[in-house]
């Protein structure tokens, strides 16, 4: 099947031949943002999803219809709007909407059960939930209704099931959408013109790992800063087609998705569920040409049988992170991927997800080996126990300074304060390096590292060293129990496809690649790492296996 197939007068990518820059004239606020894009791209298609193509003019139409809706059903400035559900255009709008109200957008993880997205509904106080009745066999209400808090009093259901008959205080996308009338134009722009650079746009809530969510509070301008500095240094631009399969309730997939796409004026094109096959089927039928994700993404693509069978000569951009990376990957991700530029990157949802990046000319050992040097405008140290600057190359405490950090959890004034210093520091909780260049390498997780015999271990590090074997695909290290030594290292490995080996044979290579005290103990061959919705590896999972 070739492109034309699939895709009739498909837009055109801009012919750039150096990175965009930042752009001078930032917009403040989100509905800013789609406005002006409606401006400058007008029928150029913003969201292309099964048989919808949604030109920017039209986005702005649509997301001015479903804000006059929520204004119908009385929603106010400062209120938090809830959306559980997968990729697909009506979160989009669902969240533009939102913010274009001036309310707050409260993303849910789709992997939530009802128990703990009752509790971040409760804990946000979101007057109104966007979701879905039916995903992976699911039904969100279903399983919400037990846990329902009594703060939240209504339910907009995306898509329903067939023939599913709504509750009372329950609306369909189409019942809420004919609304939007009720609130006259005039009503709409007044409201509109009230939403500010320095409102929250967002509380989204941490993964909990470590406790009870929080959740954390960032601003429009804040975020759109942000984003235009990624897109530019990643080099995102009009007539891009981006193929978002990080979830949109992740800041990759939302700040780093979707709407970092509609800045630059690219098509979204959402995707439900990573399916390799169905991920390169899509690549060559629709000319995909940004496509990031985390390195499992990668590696499964690498891995899959088929893969000299599909056209994927589209693809430009890769951006990735957040875990081991051996330099190879990066060197196949170019020559068997085909990408021209692939960037890793780290962030935190307390940074509005974004804080340092590679850069296109960087070569694969600083990538892959690297998160890449601090964004402008953000700073970067590492620092001891006592809060003082580590020497270049000594591990500490990674901190971040800049417009990026966070307002604030809600509500939790104090995990505030000991989160964010009198200087402005957010102190993130991750272990990680600078060198001479101000190349931030990541080494772990304060809470992950282990001591073997007295030597601290970084996962990560050895994580990295591991991934080098030419037969392993991806590797993840938890810290066990140790008579003599008090913990040593089990690894969890995923082997290439068609490779072969043993564990013995993997540790033997183990203790000549590294300190006997980094090599793991035990090896055990998995054909899949568990991961979140978003693609981090649950280690949590693996220590209890």
């Given at each position: ?23 001078e004239d930032i917009a403040a606020t989100i509905p ?111 399983m919400l209704a037990p846990h329902r808090p009594a ?222 040097r601090a964004m402008p405008g953000i700073e970067i ?165």
């Amino acid at each position: 099947m070739t492109p034309s197939d699939t895709i009739d007068d498909v837009d055109a990518i801009d012919t750039i031949g150096a990175l965009p820059a930042a752009c001078e004239d930032i917009a403040a606020t989100i509905p800013e943002l789609v406005r002006r894009a409606a401006q400058r791209h007008g029928e150029r298609v913003a969201i292309q999803e099964d048989g919808l193509r949604l030109s920017y003019a039209a986005l702005d139409a649509a997301r001015i219809e479903a804000a006059r809706a929520l204004m119908a059903l009385g929603v106010q400035p400062g209120d938090r709007i809830a959306v559980w559900a997968p990729n697909f255009s009506e979160w989009i709008l669902a969240a533009l909407a939102t913010h274009s109200v001036g309310a707050a957008l409260v993303p849910l993880n789709t992997r939530m059960k009802g128990a703990e997205a009752g509790a971040v509904l409760a804990d946000s106080g979101a007057r109104l939930l966007f979701c879905v009745d039916d995903f992976l066999g699911e039904s969100y209400p279903r399983m919400l209704a037990p846990h329902r808090p009594a703060t939240l009093e209504r339910l907009v259901i995306l898509r329903a099931g067939h023939g599913r008959a709504m509750d009372t205080d329950e609306l369909s996308w189409e019942s809420f959408l004919a609304l939007a009338p009720r609130t006259e134009m005039g009503a709409f722009a007044q409201r509109e013109a009230g939403v500010h650079g320095d409102m929250p746009m967002d509380i989204m809530f941490t993964s909990g790992t470590t406790g009870r969510p929080k959740g954390v509070m960032t601003a429009h301008a804040q975020n759109l800063r942000a984003i235009d500095g990624w897109a530019a240094i990643t080099g995102v631009r009009a007539g891009d087609r981006y193929l978002i399969v990080n979830p949109f309730f992740h800041t990759f997939g939302y700040k780093a998705g979707w709407l970092a796409a509609l800045s630059r004026g690219a098509t979204v094109l959402p995707h439900l569920v990573f399916d390799a096959e169905a991920v390169m089927t899509r690549v060559e039928n629709e000319r995909i040409s940004v496509l990031p994700g985390p390195p499992t993404l990668y590696q499964t693509l690498l891995n899959a049988p088929r893969l000299r069978e599909f056209d994927l000569s589209s693809l430009r951009i890769a951006v990735t992170g957040a875990s081991a990376i051996a330099p190879t990957l990066i060197e196949r991700m170019r020559d068997e991927l085909g990408f021209d530029t692939v960037i890793t990157g780290y962030g935190l949802t307390e940074s509005c997800g974004f804080a340092t990046l590679t850069r296109a000319e960087d070569d694969a050992d600083t990538v892959a080996g690297t998160s890449g040097r601090a964004m402008p405008g953000i700073e970067i140290r590492c620092v001891d126990a006592q809060g003082q600057p580590v020497p270049t190359g000594e591990p500490g405490e990674v901190l971040v300074r800049g417009y990026n950090v966070m307002q604030g959890y809600f509500d939790l004034p104090e995990a505030t304060a000991e989160t964010i210093d009198a200087d402005g520091w957010l102190h993130t909780g991750d272990v990680g390096t600078l060198d001479a260049r101000g190349y931030l390498r990541i080494t772990d997780r304060i809470k992950d590292m282990f001591i073997v015999g007295g030597f601290n271990c970084y996962p990560a590090e050895v994580e990295k060293l591991l991934v080098a074997h030419p037969a392993v695909a991806q590797v993840a290290v938890v810290g066990m129990p140790h008579d003599r030594l008090g913990e040593v290292g089990r690894a969890y490995v995923v082997l290439r496809h068609g490779a072969r080996l043993d564990a013995d044979a993997l540790i033997g290579w183990a203790r000549r690649q590294m300190a006997n005290y980094k090599v793991p103990r035990e090896v055990v061959f998995v054909p899949t790492l568990p991961v979140s919705a978003a693609g981090k590896v649950l280690k949590y999972q693996l220590r209890a296996s």
